[in-house]
């Protein structure tokens, strides 16, 4: 073959590698436009890409302002009691306090005696003024007017003896203006003295009297002499003083 007769067989050969070097996307020139083909199926899923890198870090803010305040809840149910904890360690003893008073009972008592001059006939209703002071040192009893004075409430014993002479004797104990007890002897002439005796319990508040009264005027007969006497005599049994712990 010549090379006239080579030449238009070449010239379409540098025509087609041009076109082949021209095509984009699939796009075939004007010059090699032909019927679009058929779509292909899916492709396979691609494998999973590369982890991207951090972030950049976000700037600082000012904190914000504080929220109003909340209104408070209800109180929660109280929780089971716990169990009872172990017993503690003994602590150090103590100091020795300073030595307190000493508690005293309170006191009343008295006795007195009938002097002779008193010996004479007394008055119905009168009271009998035991004038000579054996034991008084609370003061409670006064031998101007024969009567004792409560001070200390409480219970009292009081008794009287009588010698009875010269005539019979009856005289009372008296609480407050009230016989508390009655007493009587008879005398019958007899050449020596006889004797009458008697006592009661009485409970006393601050402010009560008590005192030995002639009941009748014709009985009338006590007596004393340096030989024998006649006898007035109290004390308190016990106080209840409610001022006082030690004896209420």
Known sequence: MTSLQTYPLSLLLVIAVHCSNSLEDNKIPSLCTGSPGIPGSPGLQGSPGQPGRDGRDGRDTPPGENGEKGERGEPGQSGIRGLTGDRGDLGEKGEKGTPGECAVAPKSAFSAKLSEARTAPMAV?????????????????????????CRVPGVYYFAVHATVYRSSLQFDLIKKGHTVAS???????????????????????PGDQVWVQMALTEYTGFYSSPKTDSTFNGFLVYSDWKNSAVFA
């Open 125 to 149: 209703g009168e009271a009998v003024r035991f004038d000579k002071i054996v034991l008084n040192e609370q003061g409670d009893y006064n031998p101007e007017t024969g009567r004792f004075t």
């Open 183 to 205: 007493y009587f002897q008879i005398f019958g002439n007899w050449s020596k003295p006889a004797s009458l005796s008697g006592g009661t319990l009485m409970h006393l508040i």
